[in-house]
Every structure is written in C-alpha cells, then in structure tokens.
C-alpha cells in the first residue's frame, strides 16, 4: 500500500528540492539517499520505488521532477550527461528570496542558462554562499524567459 502525498510537489520543481522539503519537514520514514551521481536528469528505477515509498508520489510525478523530457542537447548526454545545459552535478543555484522563504528549488535551476528566479525576478546564487538579493535588469529578464520558452518547445 502506498503512503499518500503529504507534500505536493511545486509546479517546476526539482526531485532533490522536493527531496529536502520533504525531510526538512519531518515526514520522511527513513533518510531518503539518492547515489551521489544523481543530478536530476533522469530517476533510476532504484531512486523511483525509494521516494515512491517515502512519498506516495507516482512515477509519473517523481520522473518529472527530472530533466527526462528534455532533449539530450540540453539535459547531456549518456552515462556522464556531457554536452547539455546542465551545471556540474555537484552545483546548484538558489533563490535568495523564495528558497529561502520555501525551500523551493526549481528544475530549470540547474542549467546554466537559467541564472534568474523568473518568480522573483532575482539573480540566483550559490547555496554556500547566499546573498543579498540582486534585482535583474528588464532585458535580462525578458532574454531569460526567451531561453525558458525556448526549454518548453525543445
């Protein structure tokens, strides 16, 4: 039998934000670990049936909180996910305001090319080393949501 959703995830999330919520929150039976690889490109059958069964969240719901959709040019490519968007596995940005504020951390953080909270419209920094907000420029803002539109078709 499956636990129900406690937690729902955020529309735009990422599977190891939702992960940090989810255990900053309390509710997790057991500490969830995903392999140290993991960097949100595609959930493996082993990390699936692990949240499935802390969560209650379906597959469908836990594979997209990962880039699966996305095409190989921006997620990378095979084992080592080379050649994409991507930021080194092991980086991350967060928003200085909304993180903070939620624990939110949004899947299209973790390309390179999407530096701004389109939420907030605020620059977003390293998690280790967190700033004062920065507000983005108006140009800048509209060139990241053409690079977003351009993630949606692709």
């Known amino acids: 039998m499956s636990r129900p959703v406690q937690i729902p995830p955020m529309p735009g999330e990422s599977l190891t934000g939702y992960l940090q919520r989810y255990q900053q929150a309390g509710l997790a039976p057991v500490r969830l670990t995903v392999p ?17 069964a802390a969560t209650g969240l379906s597959e469908d719901q836990i594979t997209g909180m990962t880039m699966h959709r996305w095409v190989p ?7 080592q996910r080379r050649h994409g968007w991507k930021l080194h596995p092991h980086r991350w940005w967060i928003c200085p305001q909304c993180t903070v504020r939620t624990g939110y951390q949004s899947l299209r953080w973790r390309l390179a090319l999407q530096p701004v909270c389109l939420r907030c419209r605020t620059y977003l920094v390293d998690p280790d080393n967190a700033q004062i907000p920065q507000p983005v420029p108006e140009a800048t803002v509209e060139l990241v949501q053409g690079l977003d539109r351009i993630l949606d078709d692709a």
């Not at 140290?36 to 595609?42: I, K, Q, T, V, Y």
């Open 36 to 52: 140290a690889s993991f960097d949100n490109a595609s959930a493996p059958a082993a990390v699936i049936t692990q949240v499935h």
């Open 73 to 79: 040019s921006i997620r990378g490519y095979r084992v």
